[in-house]
């Protein structure tokens, strides 16, 4: 939807005409014009001075004059090299009527060419719950998903869930020593929430053990004979690892587990099948209650193995070399990188032999043109790493594959900490922000009316609201901190700020008996605020587009505020269900529910569904 598709071309010929300069009309600058000069946009002309020798102040008034003369502008003024202006209406008029009688969906799909997308995110391990980080995560990886698929692209999601190792064996270790054969049912829990119990219960039994080895006479003399520090509390706070591993009588038996399940013990194999199980059933309980859903799902379990296979091809074809100790190594310093070893010298996988492996096998079985990892910025040296070897590889995959890092979110508290347990569950922080939601909204009593399922749904609606929108109108790569209490604020930058608008368009709409018509234009001139919500949702395909491009839906969450920010300023200064004319009326309504189709589907593409009462 081009607001200048006809005046381009009006300048190009008169610089032509005028000046005899050839200028092509990509190389036309127009913005939004500043407010304080009172017109809506500016053409920049101080390019063309260079070119006629003219000042820009003359090339700009001439350029005016010319234009109005044509119909092209409405009016105009010159502020130094600046040309303001105002289109006229019958523009706008076009635009409205476009975006009123297309449906969303041709809007974005028009004259598009389709690619193929695989996303990776969520990924969790299965020692413990989704968390707020997981919030993150998913919500991330979900919002790009739609966007891309709402823009007609064919995409695929999946997640490496990370369901072996000795973090899933310290819980299996604390069943065994301290469930006294509970089970989720027994204890009437969810069952990853379950499990997440017990993997703190073997750090705070691990702790306690460390605590007590401290005291010993083994400890005092390693402290005396290898440490390099004079403090025993620094000396012991970084021993703790080399503890676990020589000493510590828990990290002995998870090790043991370990060792039996890569023996493929059968008791083992049973108890880890089942823990990981319940921990299953959890995390689908909380997809379900986010709002998604994840197509393909891959195991460590089964891709751990993973990857030898490109590691022999890399040696054959001295991507890879060997060193004396039978390890396997790549140089990656001529990309700016460092020397990566890529296979233990005992010949066991590391997690970038087994990404590899992992990359390969999902475009054998998918072949998607690109591939997007939703993970961390504590791991954007390892995508750097992985993708680099792919590309020495000649895999012809590797110039589609994107990280798409975030960063680290806090609570106001401050960080959290698993192993501690103070790691916010995903679910805890849902049923916090829910109840808070409903609390706010009966304090205001206007869902009287409504039954307890209906209010139950809307408060749920108004409460991952807040919590989506809080956190994606976050660029991914910078840290936050989520308030659950901020997000909830009705007059702030926030979910349910956007939901009252929403909310106010469709009480507008369900109190009129006018129908919307699929044409409507009035006699009188419109409105400069109807003019910013015309312009706001005839960008919209660009937004979505900046935010797929970018994999980075702040954008889009950041023009669905403003425009819902511009529609409440709309509402303040103009009448709509009692506006002067029945004309004006049938125009104001057209505007209202135009915006309302697009501000909630900008907001079902950052995975918010809205009510439409609060």
């Known amino acids: 939807m081009n607001f200048f598709s006809s005046l381009k071309p009006a300048v190009v010929n008169i610089l032509q005409s005028v000046y005899q300069v050839e200028v092509l009309e990509e190389q036309l600058v127009i913005d939004i014009c500043k407010k304080e000069f009172g017109k809506q946009f500016t053409l920049l002309t101080f390019p063309f001075a260079r070119l006629t020798g003219k000042s820009p102040e003359m090339i700009a008034n001439e350029l005016g004059i010319q234009l109005t003369t044509q119909d092209e502008l409405k009016s105009f003024s010159v502020v130094k090299g600046f040309l303001n202006f105002d289109l006229p209406d019958n523009i706008w008029y076009d635009i409205f009527s476009t975006v009123h009688q ?125 440490s390099k520090t004079d403090s025993e509390t620094e000396f012991f706070k970084e021993y703790k690892n080399e503890y676990f591993n020589k000493y510590s009588i828990l990290g002995k038996q998870a090790k043991d587990l370990l060792l039996l399940w890569e023996k493929n013990d059968t008791s083992t194999i049973d108890l880890w099948q089942r823990m990981n199980n319940w921990v299953y059933v959890g995390f689908d309980e909380t997809l379900k209650r986010v709002g998604i859903h994840i197509d393909t799902n891959y195991y460590e379990s089964d891709t751990y193995l993973l990857g030898k296979e490109i590691i022999d091809l890399g040696l054959n074809s001295g991507v890879f070399y060997r060193e004396t100790d039978k390890s396997v190594w790549i140089d990656l310093q001529d990309v700016g990188l460092d020397k990566k070893v890529v296979l233990r010298s005992d010949g066991t996988s590391m997690y970038i032999t087994q990404d590899l492996g992992t990359a390969e096998l999902r475009n054998t079985q998918h072949g998607k043109n690109n591939v997007v990892y939703v993970v961390g910025d504590e ?28 960063g680290m979110v806090e609570l106001p508290t401050g960080r959290m900490k698993s192993r501690e347990g103070t790691v916010v569950d995903a679910d805890d922080l849902i049923d916090e922000i829910v109840s808070e939601a409903a609390h706010s909204a009966n304090e205001r009593g206007e869902l009287v009316a409504l039954n307890e399922e209906e209010k139950s749904t809307i408060f749920y609606q108004i409460g991952m609201a807040a919590l989506k929108y809080f956190i994606l109108k976050v660029h991914p790569k910078k840290k936050m901190i989520f308030d659950p209490s901020e997000s909830l604020d009705m007059q702030g930058h926030t979910g349910p700020y956007i939901v009252n608008a929403f909310v106010r368009m469709k009480s507008i709409l369900r109190k009129s008996s006018t129908p919307i018509l699929p044409e409507v234009t009035i006699s009188s001139e419109i409105h400069e605020q109807e003019k910013v919500l015309i312009y706001a949702v005839s960008q919209y395909r660009a937004i979505l587009d900046h935010s797929a491009q970018t994999l980075d839906p702040s954008h889009l969450a950041n023009f669905l505020y403003q425009l819902a920010k511009d529609f409440h300023k709309y509402y303040h200064e103009c009448r709509i269900l009692n506006a002067e004319t029945d004309e004006l009326k049938q125009w104001r309504l057209s505007i209202c529910y135009v915006i309302s189709l697009y501000l909630e589907h900008g907001m079902r593409c950052l995975g918010i569904s809205l009510p439409d009462k609060m």
């Open 102 to 226: 297309k449906p969303i969906h041709e809007v974005l799909r028009e004259n598009r060419n389709v690619d193929s997308y695989l996303i990776e995110f969520c990924s969790p391990n299965t020692n413990k719950p989704l968390h707020l980080g997981h919030i993150r995560n998913i919500l991330l990886g979900w919002s790009v998903k739609t966007i891309l698929q709402e823009l007609g692209q064919d995409v695929l999601t999946t997640q490496v869930i990370n369901d072996r190792g000795i973090a899933i064996c310290k819980s299996m270790v604390a069943w065994l020593n301290y469930a006294h054969g509970a089970t989720p049912d027994t204890s009437h829990q969810k069952g990853d929430h379950f499990v997440g119990d017990l993997y703190v219960a073997f750090e705070k039994h691990f702790k306690e053990e460390y605590s007590a080895w401290q005291q010993t006479e083994t400890a005092r003399n390693l402290f005396l004979s290898i």
């Open 379 to 406: 791991q954007d040296y390892h995508f750097k790493v992985l993708f680099e070897i792919l590309k020495k590889l000649n895999r012809p995959y590797a110039k589609g594959l994107f990280h798409l890092s975030y």
